[in-house]
């Protein structure tokens, strides 16, 4: 089992930064794929960024070049760094690791964008 607890989400101006950070207990996050989806209102939920092991993160092309995902093993962290923010990358930021073939998702963190 592991739990997720996302923080850090909040209302920044077009422009601004956030770094979204997700905290998880329980074993398996070191080996774990972590994701960070979003689910902006009346859409479906799509997937933002993943990473695994040493393998290149994946950015979904609305978000390249402007956010960064990582993680810190040793604080069972992950985080994503988002800059540039635009309007439309308001949405509810979920947090998601898969740990032998099961999804465990966070609560959700509310990222608001708008002047």
């Known amino acids: 089992q592991v739990q997720l607890v996302e923080s850090g989400g909040g209302l920044v101006q077009p422009g601004g930064s956030l770094r979204l950070s997700c905290a998880a207990s329980?074993?398996?996050?070191?080996?774990?794929?972590k994701n960070w989806y979003r689910q902006a209102p009346g859409e479906e939920r799509e997937l933002v960024a993943s990473?695994?092991?040493?393998?290149?993160?994946y950015y979904d092309h609305s978000v390249k070049g402007r956010f960064i995902i990582s993680r810190d093993i040793a604080k069972n962290t992950v985080y994503l760094q988002m800059n540039s923010l635009k309007p439309e990358d308001t949405a509810v930021y979920y947090c998601?690791?898969?740990?032998?073939?099961?999804?465990?998702w966070g609560q959700g963190t509310q990222v608001t964008v708008s002047s």
């Open positions: 329980g074993s398996g996050f070191s080996d774990s794929t």
């Open positions: 998601n690791v898969v740990v032998g073939g099961v999804m465990y």
């Open positions: 990473i695994t092991g040493t393998f290149p993160p």
